[in-house]
């Protein structure tokens, strides 16, 4: 991918709505120090640009009735695109899951999803995992607590 180079103002910008993305343009251009204009083309180019790729709503899963948050891994015993990209388009289509990963290691996949109850999540995994002929092993992993960092990743070396 070839992104373009992003200066502190742009990285500023991204921390600020890293943080909270339900902040106003005149605050966040409070905040770098431009008018509210040059702050909001700036905004919009990130958009454009593809580096802001949208904002997202942290809901309480247990005010749903989301009594149970786990992480199920997957073993695929076929590794081809199509399968992998096809197993998680269903996945990430279905309301109980939150995101699905495609990782490396001993596993294949790790669906992390939020359910009511137990009978619910081992239903889930019936009907929406082993159901698949290309799975090969699951393990459920149950999630005590899940903490989300609102500090924008500095990923210089």
Known sequence: MNKRS???IDLSILAILYKDARLN???IAQQVGLAPS???ERIKK???DNIIK???LHVDLQALGGNIEAMISVCLSDHDRHTID???AQLIALPEVLSVYHVGGNIDLLVHLCVADTTHLRDFVFNQITAHAQVNHVETALVYNHLISQVLPSLES
């Open 6 to 8: 992003l200066d502190n």
């Open 25 to 27: 343009n005149k605050d």
């Open 38 to 40: 040059t702050c909001l």
């Open 46 to 48: 990130l958009q454009a």
């Open 54 to 56: 949208g904002s997202q």
């Open 86 to 88: 096809n197993i998680q």
